[in-house]
């Protein structure tokens, strides 16, 4: 099985930062792509940034030029988060897309709280 854990969630006031972190573990046969995505209160949750096994990254337009997807290893992904505005405030969610057996499988993790305030 592949298990992802968030961390690095909080509390910060608007224009402040926070880098969220993604572990992967378990069997992975093949990263299609790692990303982010976050669900607000009352709200669907929404792509925020991917980054594809070669590298390639998207970012949604609310937060393009504000956050910066990375990784480390093929486990491992980190989301930069600078200037940080109220409407960032949501549950961030890592995912994992692999491709196993002729299918894509999505992977995601339980979440991490980001709540901008002041």
């Known amino acids: 099985q592949v298990q992802l854990v968030e961390s690095g969630g909080g509390l910060v006031q608007p224009g402040g930062s926070l880098r969220l972190s993604c572990a992967a573990s378990?069997?992975?046969?093949?990263?299609?792509?790692m990303g982010w995505y976050r669900q607000a209160p009352g709200k669907q949750r929404e792509l925020v940034a991917t980054?594809?096994?070669?590298?390639?990254k998207n970012y949604a337009d609310s937060v393009r030029g504000r956050f910066t997807i990375s990784r480390d290893d093929a486990k491992n992904t980190y989301l930069q988060m600078n200037s940080l505005k109220p409407e960032d405030t949501a549950v961030y969610y890592c995912?994992?897309?692999?491709?196993?057996?002729?299918?894509?499988?999505?992977?995601w993790g339980k979440g991490t709280l980001v709540t901008v305030s002041s």
């Open positions: 995912n994992l897309a692999s491709y196993e057996g002729g299918r894509f499988i999505n992977y």
């Open positions: 378990g069997s992975i046969f093949s990263i299609d792509k």
């Open positions: 980054i594809t096994n070669g590298g390639s």
